[in-house]
């Protein structure tokens, strides 16, 4: 690689040295890619929505239900033992399959074995144990998740990281149709035991995927230092479970804030006598629209304490204090050697390039106040707009084949703000169910691809030795801002719905609602306190707001895209 290349670690395949799209998506490794995202999705939906579904069956409460999607905690913080999966190897089965292979192979019997826990739980009668399994197999499948991104990125030119992140996504989708209105169905017929019974066979499709998955390229593990010094095996014990406590305790500030759940520190707090304390944090923690601030807080102290636990001893080199100082910093120094003067600005385009996607988190609200039933909303989102959604996953892995890693993200970046307004155009319409379909189709379309462009793009961003560890940290933060400026969106359509509403400055939207069907915003007044005509043009406002804030990843892409240098084919990563 060019020394230029090297200082911005990103290799950018020409389009014309790119192969063509049967080549490329009938490749073994894309083939393999698409069980093994099936196996990811699979346990996520199964711990997540069905498993909500399956304890409202049982009769508990929603507040006890809600707790139960602390399970899925482990996605956000899978970046805490991401170094273990790099640097660690299985006994006998590292020697058998390779690196990746071994540890995918471990994650997914754990994973089977614990849906397969699941299906002989009873939420009647043990309800811990099945939180117990769910918090194991949570754990299980984020492991699977940090070990199927490295193989993928490890296995792959950069020029077939679309087409592997497209087979990705369209396996996990497919996960979601079967751990989702499958497991459902079955649910029905056979009950919910035999149901997870079930959905932990269709875990051999990923087991089967692993075996014919080829191995990644021989394996350099960056090791440590040897000439650490020992300080006897009872205080480097002591050290290691200090280490580790506050390891957990930062895991979960920092977990607590990206869930926007404090169920478990409130707990906590409550066991050491502080119950007050406990019930006052909890309520804060979600409040309306302050509440995101404390999240932050809670983030950003928990990576301070995090960066605390793994912070060597000064003048004093333990073996504790160099190894977590080594798996969290190296990676962490190697991206910023790596990319120079560029790494901020390329942490900032992966953290606000869905920013606009991010802020639409009222939408089904808006269908509903535009007049669409609940039927209407559900056929919509969840049965055809898995369609469009597929296929913008789908160009979007052909568009990085074809054109190139750099000009597809920017054109992501610039086509997710200007699509956002096609809901300004739907505002408009009434309760239109071929509009309805229209905006959301477009919508889907446009999301999909740009989705795939940044999980090559971040994938690209990966080196040899720290592969895990970093993709599962952009993974993990990618989302953050877009929490804070979400946490706004109500806010804002009301504010601009009364600036709107009589002769207020705003007013003059109201000409655009002047055809508009009487059915669309009927109950305004009643939810939002202002007339129809108001209430949907503060939806037009807040729309067009959406689309502005993704200025921010259109100018970032393209800084960032001219400091990137283009190079011939890369290979796949000695990682």
Known sequence: MADDNAATGVSEPPPAAAPGPLAIFMDRRTLVMLGLGFGAGLPNFLIFSTLSAWLRDAGLSLAVISFFSLATLAYSLKFLWAPLVDRTSIPGLTAWLGHRRSWMLAAQVAVTAGIIALSISDPKRSLSGLALCAVLTGFASATQDIVVDAWRIEVSEANRQGAMATAYQWGYRIAGIAAGAG???????????????????????????????????????RPFPENVGRSGPALEGLEWLARLALLVSGGLLV???????????????????????????????????????????????????????????????????????????????????????????????????????????????????????????????????????????????????????????????????????????????????????????IDNIVSGYAGTCLIAYMSSLTSAGFTATQYALFSSLYSLPGKLVASQSGRLVESAARAASGGGKLSFLRGLFTHTPATAFAHAMEKSHVDPKALGSGYVVFFFYSGLVGVISMALAVIVARRTPTAGPSQPSDA
């Open 255 to 441: 977990g607590s804030g990206l869930a926007a759940n404090a169920n478990i520190l409130a707990q906590i707090l409550s066991g050491i006598g502080l119950s007050e304390f406990a019930s006052t944090l909890k309520a804060a923690w979600v409040a309306k629209p302050n509440g995101v601030w404390l999240q932050l807080l809670g983030v950003l102290a928990g990576f301070g304490v995090i960066a605390a636990a793994a912070w060597p001893i000064p003048r004093v080199s333990t073996r504790p204090g160099v190894y977590l100082s080594r798996a969290f910093a190296e990676p962490l120094a190697d991206f910023f050697m790596r990319f120079g003067a560029t790494a901020g600005l390329i942490l900032a385009l992966i953290c606000v390039y869905r920013l606009s996607d991010f802020v639409l988190n009222i939408m089904t609200p808006f269908y509903q106040d535009l007049g669409f039933t609940d039927t209407q909303i559900g056929e919509a989102q969840k049965g055809f707009g898995l369609i469009p959604s597929m296929l913008g996953v789908l160009l979007g892995g052909l568009s990085v084949a074809r054109f190139g890693l750099m000009r597809s993200l920017v054109t992501g970046a610039f086509a997710l703000p200007i699509a956002n307004t096609i809901f300004a155009w739907l505002s408009t319409q009434g309760p239109n169910f071929p509009s309805l379909l229209t905006a959301i189709g």
């Open 183 to 221: 497991a459902l169905a079955l649910a029905d017929r056979i009950g919910w035991n035999l149901s997870y019974g079930v959905m932990a066979l269709l875990m051999t499709v990923a087991v089967i995927s692993v075996f014919g998955a080829p191995p990644e390229r021989e394996r350099i593990i």
